[in-house]
């Protein structure tokens, strides 16, 4: 069984490689996002159809989206939650405006990349918490085997589905906090205003409750058979036969 500082060490290395693995931005506070300044960027034209290119320009919208609601955030002082709203689409607006002169694509071609998530952070999130689920529901099951081996077999079936939802349900709550704190990590900004609801996990969480039953049934069950499998094997072995 996996130690608990090398599963914690293997998690900071996939996600540092989420961070760092290129083109994935960390926004660092900047006093251009204070004044709705782009960053300097070499002008250039890019082809959204073209792959690297295309993550190029998500970088830039994710950029524009990010500064915009740090503007934003700036005038709610002065101006207001409605300010703070008017000021926000504005800033969003001129930016992507100037990333489309600047690369030579249609505003049109940036406005349908709003919402794209970085599919490599996405992968290795979820690739992470997999692991770790597997991990911790393999030494649910091993307490469960143990306690509830003498009884009948319809009481451990219970047992598995009734713990099973409970596990989904909180591995679920668990993936949308870790996701969130990651997103808050990589933009470096605890507001995320709009951008709250686009994570995978919380648009499709009946898809991801429905993983975390199958994976604890699963887990339960042939752990169960595998059991079942060596000691009756180990029953018949030679020095065991009377």
Known sequence: MMRPVALAASIVVLVATAFFAGGFPIVAP???????????HAARPLNPSRWIDRQHLRNDVEFAE????????????AEGRDG??????????ALL?????????????????????PVAVDAILLIVFGAVFVWF???VVDQLSSRLSDLQPWIWQLSVVVLALATAGAGLVALNLLATTLEIARLWDGHMSYRAGRLPWE?????????????FCITAWSSRFLN???????????????
């Not at 900047?30 to 300097?40: A, G």
């Not at 990010?66 to 002082?77: C, L, M, P, Q």
């Not at 703070?84 to 607006?93: A, M, V, Y």
């Not at 079942?228 to 009377?242: C, E, K, Q, W």
């Open 30 to 40: 900047s006093r251009l996002h204070v004044h709705c300044e782009p960053p300097t």
């Open 66 to 77: 990010e500064i915009g609601v740090r503007f934003g955030d700036s005038r709610r002082k």
């Open 84 to 93: 703070e709203h008017l000021r926000q689409r504005e800033c969003t607006d």
């Open 97 to 117: 405006a100037a990333v489309a002169i600047r690369h030579n694509v249609a505003i049109e071609d940036l406005s349908a990349m709003r919402g794209e998530r």
């Open 137 to 139: 529901t393999s030494m």
């Open 203 to 215: 648009r499709h969480f009946e898809w991801v409750l429905a993983a975390g039953f199958t994976t």
């Open 228 to 242: 079942f499998a060596f000691s009756t094997r180990d029953d018949r072995a030679p020095g065991n036969i009377v």
